[in-house]
Nanobody, 115 residues
Framework: VQLQAFGGGLVQAGGSLRLSCAGS?????MGWYRQAPGKQRELVAD???????NYANSVKGRFTISRDNAKNMVYLQMNSLKPEDTAVYYC?????????????WGQGTLVTVSS
């Protein structure tokens, strides 16, 4: 599975950004993680092929994840951005294998929210 993420950038607090990620292959779950300087990588949101979604509490009501299964694309619409949302955002994909789920990572895209 190959993943290509794009859409990061610099935005002022309160602004919006949309991240996109293109995947290949048969993907069960796609999602976005982020890692801020000095912090561990954390889940932001993910979505299954059946459109079941999961969000971190910190982004609920502000971020929306969506997916185009036909194109193997996942999107993260980020609204009401806060400086604490500043991080490198990573696209991830999980595929079903015999032993369970295997996760793949895309390259990160930097999101910087200025105050």
């Amino acid at each position: 599975v190959q993943l290509q993420a794009f859409g990061g950038g610099l935005v002022q607090a309160g602004g919006s950004l949309r991240l996109s990620c293109a995947g290949s292959g048969s993907i069960f779950r796609m999602g976005w993680y982020r890692q801020a300087p000095g912090k561990q990588r954390e889940l932001v949101a993910d979505i299954t092929s059946g459109s079941n979604t999961n969000y971190a509490n910190s982004v609920k009501g502000r971020f929306t994840i969506s997916r185009d299964n036909a194109k193997n694309m996942v999107y993260l619409q980020m609204n009401s951005l806060k400086p604490e949302d500043t991080a490198v955002y990573y696209c991830a994909a999980e595929v079903i294998v015999v032993s369970g789920l295997r996760k793949y990572w895309g390259q990160g895209t930097l999101v910087t929210v200025s105050s």
